[in-house]
């Protein structure tokens, strides 16, 4: 059975930040959206094209990430504004990482780049293996 773990409403508040990719990271696509942060969303095109293509992303990230206790929106939510504090970290109960992100920036930018990347993957492996 399909979960509603990522949601649209969230994809749509990120897309109107979506010419730098935030959308597109958030939905499992960090090649797309490391384009789009390089591009501008494809000079605004693409960016403008996702408008339309973000329910079937929606769906597809729905199949692809499992659900559990710790809920994609909020970490996304966490991680876009307040990646350099490691919050999103802290929320998902890895705090020693995320005291390190509050003293070094987010390790210095390149951490948060990574989380970026990997935050689907690391939430989805978190609560595929949380009893329940």
């Known amino acids: 059975m399909q979960q509603d ?14 010419f730098l990719g935030a959308h597109r990271f958030y939905y499992g696509k960090p090649v ?4 789009w942060f390089f591009t501008l969303g494809l000079l ?5 094209i996702d408008l339309f293509l973000i329910p079937g992303m929606d769906r597809d ?14 970490a996304w939510l966490l991680l876009t504004f307040l990646g ?4 999103h970290r802290m929320y998902q109960g890895k705090w020693l990482t995320g005291i390190v992100y509050f003293f ?5 930018f390149i ?3 990574y989380d970026f990347w990997t935050l689907n993957d690391q939430i989805s492996l ?7």
């Open 84 to 87: 350099f504090f490691g919050v």
């Open 32 to 35: 797309t959206g490391t384009i």
């Open 111 to 113: 951490g948060v780049l």
């Open 61 to 74: 990230a729905d199949m692809r990430f499992h659900s559990g206790a710790i809920d994609y929106n909020v």
């Open 126 to 132: 978190r609560n595929a293996s949380q009893p329940g």
């Open 5 to 18: 773990n990522h949601s649209k409403v969230i994809g749509y508040l990120l897309w109107i930040f979506g």
């Open 104 to 108: 070094t920036g987010g390790l210095f």
């Open 44 to 48: 605004g095109i693409g960016w403008l």
